[in-house]
């Protein structure tokens, strides 16, 4: 049994045009100590899976069923003070995105850290600004960064705080919403450097929320490709990234500059649909060059190669991408992408 098991997570908001299908019949499996890359669009329901996961939810949820498993125990089956008590933030923690908006301006940051650990009152205030000492300098901060405010910080130095508030009890599993947006290059590399510091010292499970695939294919594991509020591909990070099997995970990778061609990128033509009324079969048909009669009806998963699965009718018709996919990621053009981030 894999540590953390994800069965048909659904997540859909009330709109005034009807059911918005943020999260549709999502599954996907982690071992401990992995790390999961979900990549995709904006709106394609990256940031919802990550809601879903960790149950902060809006006043509008529609519908909201599955199976989330951590470590064999069923966690939807759960009451909401129950998840509270015993899960969020204990079990499983979040990162949010936007460090400049999480923070609170009038607050010092020694105290949002430890505001989970003084909650119930079972914590003294002494061990608790003790724990926070503690995890400042995990997050390669001084412990004297407690007794500052927000503005005082650069724009890294937040986003390490933040990272912190959600270590604090240790959790199992950490979901990082676009962990590095807003932050510079050189920022971003040693806030990735960071994180796989942390995932090999810790040995953490980390769920990655990104736009950038580059940044998922230097800390992840395992990459899950979202498109309108499902997993089109999900799999080992190698098979993803030079095997894809799905026109759109293709799309993304040609649409991405290679370091050794001029070759120039390319683009995937159209737009995403609507979640309120999105197509009845395959959901990336209308923008698909390969589509045929048969993306009317939804695919079902085609497992390909070594936990790798796909949804698409091109597995079932033996079908073949042409022309053959370049990744921006094999050999020596991978190796110069990383170094090029790390300076």
């Given at each position: 049994?894999?540590?953390?098991?994800?069965?048909?997570?659904?997540?859909?908001?009330?709109?005034h045009?009807?059911?918005?299908?943020?999260?549709?019949?999502?599954?996907?499996?982690?071992?401990?100590?992995?790390a999961?890359?979900?990549?995709?669009?904006s709106?394609?329901?990256?940031?919802?899976?990550?809601?879903?996961?960790?149950?902060?939810?809006?006043?509008?949820?529609h519908?909201?069923?599955?199976?989330?498993?951590?470590?064999?125990?069923?966690?939807?089956?759960l009451?909401?003070?129950?998840?509270?008590?015993?899960?969020?933030?204990?079990?499983i923690s979040?990162?949010?995105?936007?460090?400049?908006?999480?923070?609170?301006?009038v607050?010092?940051?020694?105290?949002?850290?430890a505001?989970?650990?003084?909650?119930?009152g079972?914590i003294?205030?002494?061990?608790?600004?003790?724990?926070?000492?503690?995890?400042?300098?995990l997050?390669?901060?001084?412990?004297e960064?407690?007794?500052?405010?927000?503005?005082?910080?650069?724009?890294g130095?937040?986003?390490?705080?933040?990272?912190?508030?959600?270590?604090?009890?240790?959790?199992?599993?950490?979901?990082?919403?676009?962990p590095t947006?807003?932050?510079?290059?050189?920022?971003?590399?040693?806030?990735?450097?960071?994180?796989?510091?942390?995932?090999?010292e810790?040995?953490?499970?980390?769920?990655?929320?990104?736009?950038?695939?580059?940044?998922?294919s230097?800390?992840?594991?395992?990459?899950?490709?979202a498109?309108?509020?499902?997993?089109a591909?999900?799999?080992p990070?190698?098979?993803i990234?030079?095997?894809?099997?799905?026109?759109?995970?293709q799309?993304?990778?040609?649409?991405?500059p290679?370091?050794?061609?001029?070759?120039?990128?390319?683009?995937?033509?159209?737009?995403?649909?609507?979640?309120?009324?999105p197509?009845?079969g395959?959901?990336?048909?209308?923008?698909?060059?390969?589509?045929?009669?048969?993306?009317?009806?939804?695919?079902?998963?085609?497992?390909?190669?070594?936990?790798?699965?796909?949804?698409?009718?091109?597995?079932?018709?033996q079908?073949?991408?042409?022309?053959?996919v370049?990744?921006?990621?094999t050999?020596?053009?991978?190796?110069?992408s990383?170094?090029?981030?790390?300076?």
């Amino acid at each position: 049994m894999a540590f953390l098991e994800v069965q048909d997570l659904t997540l859909y908001y009330d709109t005034h045009r009807g059911p918005l299908r943020a999260v549709d019949r999502v599954s996907f499996s982690l071992e401990k100590g992995e790390a999961l890359g979900i990549v995709g669009e904006s709106g394609c329901g990256k940031s919802s899976i990550a809601l879903a996961l960790i149950r902060v939810l809006p006043k509008n949820v529609h519908t909201y069923t599955g199976s989330v498993r951590l470590d064999g125990r069923e966690l939807l089956s759960l009451s909401d003070e129950e998840f509270r008590r015993q899960i969020r933030w204990r079990k499983i923690s979040m990162a949010f995105q936007g460090a400049m908006n999480v923070l609170n301006p009038v607050l010092k940051v020694g105290y949002q850290i430890a505001e989970p650990l003084l909650e119930d009152g079972q914590i003294p205030k002494e061990k608790a600004f003790s724990r926070v000492k503690e995890i400042l300098k995990l997050v390669g901060l001084p412990p004297e960064t407690a007794e500052r405010f927000p503005h005082e910080l650069s724009g890294g130095m937040k986003q390490r705080v933040v990272l912190a508030t959600a270590l604090v009890f240790n959790p199992h599993l950490v979901i990082l919403d676009e962990p590095t947006s807003a932050l510079d290059v050189s920022v971003q590399a040693q806030i990735m450097n960071l994180l796989k510091r942390l995932k090999s010292e810790l040995g953490l499970t980390f769920v990655f929320i990104t736009h950038d695939i580059a940044l998922a294919s230097d800390l992840c594991d395992r990459l899950g490709i979202a498109y309108a509020g499902q997993l089109a591909e999900e799999g080992p990070v190698e098979e993803i990234l030079q095997r894809p099997t799905h026109p759109y995970t293709q799309g993304l990778l040609e649409s991405m500059p290679l370091l050794r061609s001029d070759k120039p990128p390319s683009f995937i033509p159209g737009a995403p649909p609507g979640l309120t009324d999105p197509p009845k079969g395959c959901r990336f048909a209308p923008r698909c060059p390969y589509a045929f009669a048969r993306c009317e009806q939804p695919p079902p998963p085609f497992v390909t190669t070594n936990r790798s699965r796909a949804f698409c009718w091109l597995l079932a018709e033996q079908r073949t991408l042409t022309p053959p996919v370049p990744s921006p990621y094999t050999g020596r053009a991978r190796e110069g992408s990383r170094k090029s981030r790390a300076g």
